[in-house]
């Protein structure tokens, strides 16, 4: 993980406001002078390429031996500071790749990013091993010899809970936790808890609870035979399976019924904030005022982003899942056309569907915008996959797929420029920014403008002087070609949208100097 600290701001490498007429191709040509001046200017970032296939690691014999990961574990000072305030959860991580899914290096990949959810969680990251495996062992996921080992890292460690790259089947999840003596926990767990922490609004406390017990209800059987193990009760000793059913499985139906009389209660509850949601919305559209949606994988930069955009130099922490709630800031474009610009949650690759569902009311947001801004992280090792876990989840909220999209890549004052050129030429309609030093930002802005629904209605008209703050608007907010100060008033002629042209048609016709 890129841990960037807001710096002396460096001079914005392109501030020029690009001519409203110029095309995308001139876009696309000043987005290469910010590239070259990039490249001038020296800012040369991390090397993000990573050197996972070491070669005495392919020697290897046994290729399957557990691989321990390094550069995840939670620092040193860190730990040790926040351990004396409270009793942190010490996570072993484990996850397995097979040659014919995926590579070694994605599964790296993904194991950081397990480490940095952990941590986020607020877990201390003591080791993270990977396992080479064609297919997971039913009973345990990692392989009954596999487990025992970790069973021995994790005593080495004094950890006291393992978090498994994966979506854990209740049985392995039992399995490995026998096996290992320490709690199990996987991967969508990890993410349900940042989301619980995270959450504030009543709204995103609802979802979160929701998605919480819809991920619990069918686990229900795993958690209910440990739960009766430690109570002591009639299965006490036992390893799951028969003995832990009866008296502890009615316990179970129980639960259950509990479980789906709150998840009930927790919908209607939900639904119920969604006329609200609706009044907003509508406020919004009523003031004719057209929105950017600004998606993205977590950590991209989309608040930073937001806040750049709007002229707010505000700090944004280095947090994955910063942001629950949706946000709107008014932005004006070069030409001072307004826009709302939404900020929204952030995704991450195998993002619980439980979320997604859950969450639906928030992402619909994104599907009543005029133009999608997605915005990727440029230092990322791989920012390719993420633009298509970002992609995939897009694609479940119904109405996004006709919205205009422009991919943006951030943080380009950390990226290498080999790096930058690559995707520039990967994604060659994806425009190159910085949050944190303003750098494209005014490139952005220009292509935001053109992707805006135009202003449709025709008006030619003398406007009295005293009117003459409707037509400033009508410059800004529609496209006016003609603009004279007559005797009789303001002659214009141009494109605006609905209300603007029935005020300004009223406004005419009160010196009876409508032409058209
Ligand atoms: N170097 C660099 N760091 C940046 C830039 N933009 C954002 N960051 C850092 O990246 C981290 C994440 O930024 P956020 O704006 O919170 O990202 P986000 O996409 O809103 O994240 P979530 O809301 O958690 O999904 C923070 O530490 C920022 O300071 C940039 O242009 N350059
Ligand atoms: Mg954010």
Partial sequence: MVTYQWGERLTPAFDVVPDQTSSAQDILQEQSAVLDQHSRTGQVGTDSSSSILS??????????????????????EESEIEYRKIRLERVVLVGIWSSQDSSLQEAEESLRELSALAQTAGAVVVDGVLQHRARPDAATYVGSGKAREIANI???HDADTIIVDADLAPSQRRGLEDAAKVKVVDRTAVILDIF??????????????????????????????????????????????IGSRGPGETQLELDRRVIRTRMSKLRKKIAKMEPQRAVKRASRTRSQIPTVAIVGYTNAGKSSLTNRLAGVDELVGNALF??????????????????????????????????????????????????????????????????VAVNQILAQIDGVSTIPQLIVFNKMDAASLA????LHNAYPESIMVSAATGAGIPLLLAQIEHMLPVPHIEIEATIPYTYGSLVSKAQDRGSLDRVQWLAEGIAIHGFVDESLATQLMKAAAEVGAVEN
């Fill in 55 to 76: 070669d005495d690691w392919q020697q290897r014999e046994s290729r399957n031996e557990l691989r321990h990961i390094s550069g995840i574990t939670t620092a040193d």
């Fill in 154 to 156: 994790v005593a080495a």
């Fill in 196 to 241: 619980a922490q995270h959450a504030t609004s009543k709204e995103g406390k609802a979802q979160v609870e929701l998605a919480q017990l819809e991920y619990m209800l069918p686990r229900l059987r795993g958690w209910g035979a440990s739960l009766s193990r430690q109570a002591g009760g009639q299965a006490a000793g036992q390893d799951g399976g």
């Fill in 322 to 387: 910063a942001t629950l709630d949706t946000a709107v800031r008014r932005v004006s474009t070069p030409h001072g056309r307004p826009c709302n610009v939404i900020d929204t949650v952030g995704f991450v690759r195998r993002l619980p569907t439980q979320l997604v569902e859950a969450f639906k009311s928030t992402l619909e947001e994104v599907a009543l915008a005029d133009v999608i801004v997605h915005v990727v992280d440029a230092t990322y090792p791989q920012p390719e996959q993420q633009i």
């Fill in 419 to 422: 790096v930058l050129e690559r």
